[in-house]
């Protein structure tokens, strides 16, 4: 049983610590530097709490504010026991403590947290302990997902800024992530004003749809863009396309590295996805391929006791209702606050995409229309029913079966 607690409050140069007793008396403070001098002056006060030969610095467990920064990394590396603590909870915290007088020091906030576990250690885990290669399909499914924001982010750009001047090659391109296709970019590139689109000869667009990487029905796709590009269309100057063009060029190679970068780190995801022992599982189910498993993988983690039960699962990725009850209220809301998003979504997305891939999955989902759920609902509750079933295949080790994740359905 813990006999001292500590709390740390980080910061980009310094981080305060705390250490209190059984009674919340502050017994050591310190301010460290993330460096591994730090690591070793912080290592060293958790030492010489006691001289006891039964102590060791593992017993005392350590709160801080985030998961994230190396220092978090180093103390876990060394086998001590961290807990993250969200500032929104610490803030209401510090009113607890002192509701008069809501002062806030870096000194009292290492204080603050320390104490917290002090008290409340039941309400507070420590952080999962997932493997290398888990941590990698995080940190990789992370950047790819942010990577995928960006090219949209630019692609919206691009296409906003064609649509002002270049109306022609919008319509060549059909769709609103139609100027994503490497053919699509490929013309830009080469006539980026609507004179410049009008006079490309049926050749040089084939040519530049063979570069672009197109193989089939290039001469019907080639007519078909040049038909579009002499289309009459409303026009403004010259000067003013030709400065248009300019700019739209300078987003075009913006997007395209934003594609390229979309591309690199899928693959890298995709690789490191497929070396987990957990892949087979992951992809074992209904709708999941390589880009949803990782996703998967990476916010889930590969810590089996991370989750107490499938509910806990659930919780976190959003899937499970949550109870208000006051008096004679009582409303079962469909929105958590206290979730991880980037699951939810992956949740989401996962649901949508076994539509096609079990019969159990759609006849759930159409059950759920039918009983007056919405779109999201139904596929908010099918997630919650998949993600039970993953959960029920990582605690032992078996893929996905249809006839046991949907027994009535396979029954009938």
């Known amino acids: 049983m813990a006999r001292w607690w500590m709390g740390i409050d980080w910061a980009e140069g310094l981080h305060d610590v705390a ?111 997932p493997g290398l290669q888990a941590q990698v399909v995080t940190e990789l499914s992370r950047a790819q997902r942010h990577a995928v924001r960006e090219q949209h982010r630019q692609l919206g750009r691009l296409r906003s800024l064609v649509r002002l001047y270049y109306p022609a090659a919008l319509s060549a391109f059909d769709g609103r992530s139609g100027l994503l296709r490497p053919e699509a970019r490929a013309l830009l590139a080469a006539a980026p004003t609507p004179r410049a689109g009008a006079r490309l000869r049926h050749r040089q667009i084939a040519d530049l749809l063979v570069a672009a990487g197109r193989t089939r029905l290039i001469d019907e796709q080639a007519a078909r863009i040049g038909e579009r590009l002499r289309t009459p269309q409303l026009r403004r100057a010259p000067e003013i396309e030709a400065a248009m063009g300019e700019a739209m060029l300078a987003t ?46 990476g916010e889930i983690g590969d810590d089996l006791d991370r989750f107490a039960s499938a509910r806990s699962l659930r919780a976190y990725a959003g899937a499970a209702p949550l109870t208000w009850a006051s008096g004679s209220t009582r409303t079962v809301r469909a929105r958590r606050f206290a979730l991880n998003g980037l699951l939810r979504e992956s949740g989401h997305h996962w649901a949508f995409a076994s539509l096609t891939r079990s019969v159990g999955a759609r006849a759930y989902y159409d059950r759920r229309r039918e009983a007056g759920d919405g779109f999201a609902a139904a596929l908010r509750r099918l997630a919650g029913r998949l993600l039970t079933c993953l959960y029920g295949c ?3 080790g078996v893929c996905y079966r249809e006839e046991i994740a949907f027994p009535s359905i396979a029954a009938a």
């Open 252 to 297: 075009l190679a913006l997007t395209t590295q934003a594609c390229a970068q979309v591309e690199q780190l899928t693959a890298q995801m995709t690789s490191a996805f497929e070396a987990h022992p957990h892949a087979p599982l992951y992809r074992s189910m209904p709708g999941v391929g390589p880009v949803i498993g990782a996703r998967l993988l």
């Open 19 to 129: 250490v209190v007793d059984e009674d919340g008396q502050v017994v050591a403070r310190a301010r460290i530097r993330e460096t591994p001098e730090g690591v070793k002056e912080l290592l060293a006060l958790l030492s010489g709490l006691s001289t006891s030969k039964r102590h060791s610095r593992r017993q005392v467990p350590i709160a801080i504010e985030t998961s994230r920064i190396l220092l978090v990394h180093a103390l876990r590396q060394a086998g001590l026991q961290v807990v993250a603590i969200n500032p929104m909870v610490v803030a209401r915290y510090r009113g607890r403590v002192s509701p008069a007088r809501r002062r806030k020091s870096d000194r009292g906030d290492a204080e603050l947290l320390a104490n917290i576990i002090r008290v409340d250690a039941h309400l507070h885990r420590p952080l999962p302990r």
């Open 394 to 396: 990582l605690r032992t």
